[in-house]
C-alpha cells in the first residue's frame, strides 16, 4: 500500500519506518525542504532520530497533494495544537473514503474536542478515523525494539486496517473499539508525567512517583467513563501501558519537562527553546480543564500541573496540598 504520513517529527520518522519494514510505500509530508532532501537523498532525518538510516521505501515531500495523491491510508502525527490546521491542510488533495490513522495525542483548547473529533470537523465522517497509542517511544521503535499499541476505531474494518499497516516483527497493534477511552488516556499520561518528573526533580523517592502514577490513573478513569468511553482501556495499552513508559522513561520529553526544568524553576519556554520539541502534557492540562468543568470531574493532579506551569504556583506548596487533601475511600 502506499502511505502518507503527515508530520516528521521523532514518532513520524519512527512510524514511517515501521510501515516501510511492513511493506508499504511511504511519502513522509515535511514543512522544512531541508527535512524533505536529508530523507530522499541521505535516507536521514536530519531533525530527529538523525542516526538512524530509513528505508529506501520512504520517501518525503514538502506538498500535501504530493504525498496524498494516491495514497491508499493516511497516517497523521502533528502535535494536537495543530491538528485543525493540518486538516484544513490536508482536505482538497484528501478522498472522502481515504482511512486516516491519528497518532496525535490531547485535547483541542476551548471546544474540549478529541483529535478524531477535530479531524472529522474538518474531513468528515466519524467511521473512516481510527487512533494509534500505546507505549511506543520513538527512540525504541527506531531501533526496532518489541513494542506494543492499540489502534482504536468506529469500523471494524478500519481498526483492522490500522493493525495490518503496523504490523512487523518488532512492532505489534492490537484492535479497539473505544475511541474516546483511548485518546483521553493519550491526553492524561502526558499530564501525569509531567508531575512524575517533577516529584523526582524534588527527590520525593519511587513511592511519591508510584502513588502519582496510580493516582493519576484513577483521575484518568473517572474522565473516560463520564465521557462514554470505557474504564477497563485504562488498564491497557493507551492507558497504564503508555501511562508506566512515560512516567519512568528517560526518553519522555514530558518526565524531563517535570524534572529537568519545572523542578528547577524553569519554564516551558525555556525546554522549547532547548529541545525545540512540543511538550503535550503541559497543554493538555489546561485543555483538560474544559473537559473536568464541563463534565464536573474532579482532577486534583491535573490542577496542581497546570498551577504550576501556567500559573507560577510552588511545586512542593501544591504537593502538601494533595497530602492533606481530605481522607477518602480509594475506589
Keep these: ?19 516501510a519494514d511492513a511493506g508499504h510505500s511511504v511519502m513522509l509530508h515535511a514543512r522544512r525542504e531541508e527535512v524533505v532532501q536529508g530523507i530522499n537523498e ?25 504525498c496524498l495523491e494516491g495514497a491508499d491510508a493516511c497516517v497523521v502525527v502533528t502535535p494536537s495544537a495543530y491538528l485543525r490546521s493540518t486538516a484544513q491542510s490536508m482536505k482538497d ?6 482511512p486516516i ?8 483548547a476551548k471546544t474540549g474536542k478529541l483529535p478524531a473529533e477535530v479531524m472529522a470537523d474538518v474531513l468528515g465522517s466519524l467511521d473512516r478515523f481510527a487512533v494509534l497509542s500505546g507505549p511506543t517511544h520513538a527512540e525504541e521503535v527506531i531501533r526496532r525494539l518489541p513494542s506494543s499499541a492499540v489502534a482504536a476505531a468506529v469500523s471494524a474494518d478500519v481498526s483492522r486496517l490500522a493493525q495490518d ?14 475511541i474516546v477511552g483511548v485518546e483521553l488516556c493519550g491526553a492524561f499520561k502526558n499530564v ?13 523517592g519511587d513511592n511519591t512517583a508510584a502513588a502519582i502514577i496510580t493516582r493519576g490513573l484513577a483521575e484518568m478513569s473517572r474522565m473516560v467513563q463520564v465521557c462514554g468511553g470505557e474504564a477497563i482501556t485504562c488498564m491497557g495499552l493507551a492507558g497504564a501501558g503508555d501511562m508506566v513508559v512515560t512516567c519512568l522513561s528517560r526518553h519522555s520529553r514530558n ?11 524553569l519554564t516551558l519556554e525555556d525546554f522549547e527553546h532547548d529541545t525545540h520539541m512540543v511538550v503535550e502534557g503541559a497543554i493538555a492540562c489546561k485543555t483538560l480543564d474544559v473537559l473536568s468543568k464541563r463534565h464536573g470531574v474532579e482532577l ?27 481522607l477518602k475511600s480509594e475506589f
Excluded at 518526565?255 to 524553576?265: H, K, L, N, Q
Aim: charged content about 20%.
Design 1 to 19: 500500500m502506499k502511505v502518507c504520513v503527515i508530520g516528521s517529527g521523532s514518532w513520524g520518522t519512527a512510524l514511517s519506518q515501521v510501515l
Design 42 to 66: 541521505e535516507h536521514r532525518n536530519p531533525d530527529y532520530l538523525s542516526g538512524s538510516t530509513l528505508p529506501q521505501a520512504v520517501r518525503a515531500s514538502t506538498s500535501y497533494e504530493t
Design 93 to 98: 488533495h484528501c478522498p472522502d473514503d481515504l
Design 101 to 108: 490513522i491519528i497518532c496525535s495525542k490531547g485535547v483541542e
Design 165 to 178: 499497516l503496523f504490523s512487523t516483527g518488532y512492532f505489534r497493534t492490537y484492535a479497539s473499539d473505544d
Design 192 to 204: 501525569i508525567a509531567i508531575a512524575v518528573g517533577i516529584s523526582y526533580g524534588l527527590k520525593l
Design 255 to 265: 518526565r524531563r519537562f517535570g524534572e529537568d526544568y519545572i523542578a528547577r524553576g
Design 300 to 326: 486534583p493532579l491535573t490542577d496542581a500541573v497546570r498551577a504550576v506551569v501556567w500559573e507560577g504556583g510552588d511545586a512542593k506548596a501544591l504537593g502538601h496540598e494533595l497530602m492533606d487533601r481530605p
